[in-house]
């Protein structure tokens, strides 16, 4: 397999200095809003703050991948004497909870590190954060080649877990036989 330059982009979080703002979810979800900035809807955001106001505690976790089927093993936090629940800081889109999810269609939302074009000079959350929590890099690494499922797959993939296969071949038909009709 032939190896490549790949650039790798981080966003360090430093939940220390999180204020519980939640600037970061608001500026996310305008940003992918259609059209863009034109509404803000925190639900709808690729971060979310996961908050303990009373211990002053406030963890922003960022969307990672989908995954169509709950995970067996699951990790418990205790932070200054509180303990968190086992899915709170997972990135993951799944089957259990709410998160990640954009709050009309269930689809998965997923951090694509605010891409755009023209490129945006650093992600909007990194840039909307006056308190220096998230700090972002990018760094080249040599990888060998792979091929990634394309966000349209991702999205059937979620729909057919959902819907059921059938269901959306069925509801793909009729919308083709009605732009032809
Ligand atoms: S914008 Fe920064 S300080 Fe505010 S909630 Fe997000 S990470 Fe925390
Ligand atoms: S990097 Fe961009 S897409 Fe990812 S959470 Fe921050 S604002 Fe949202």
């Not at 220390?16 to 259609?34: M, P, V, W, Y």
């Not at 997972?90 to 999810?101: E, G, L, N, V």
């Not at 009309?104 to 929590?133: A, H, I, R, T």
Request: negative net charge; aromatic residues 6%; contains cysteine.
């Amino acid at each position: 397999m032939a190896r490549i330059k790949k650039k790798i982009k981080t966003i360090t979080v430093d939940a220390d200095k999180c204020n519980g703002c939640r600037s970061c979810e608001i500026i996310c979800s305008a940003f992918h809003a259609t059209p863009k900035y034109s509404s803000n809807n925190p639900a709808r955001s690729r971060i979310q703050v996961i908050r303990h106001p009373l211990r002053d505690i406030w963890v922003p976790v960022f969307a990672g991948e989908y995954t169509a089927a709950e995970c067996m093993g699951r990790d418990k936090y205790i932070i200054h004497g509180k303990e968190y629940d086992e899915c709170g800081f997972c990135r993951a889109s799944c089957p259990s909870r709410d998160i990640f999810k954009e709050p009309d269609s269930g689809l998965p939302l997923k951090c694509d590190l605010c891409d755009d074009d023209p490129p945006q000079e650093k992600p909007l959350c990194v840039q909307w954060c006056l308190n220096d929590v998230l700090k972002y890099e990018e760094r080249e690494v040599e990888v060998e080649e792979e091929t990634k499922p394309e966000d349209l797959e991702i999205g059937l993939d979620a729909l057919a877990n959902k819907y059921g296969l059938d269901k959306i071949v069925d509801a793909v038909t009729r919308k083709s036989l009605g732009k032809k009709g």
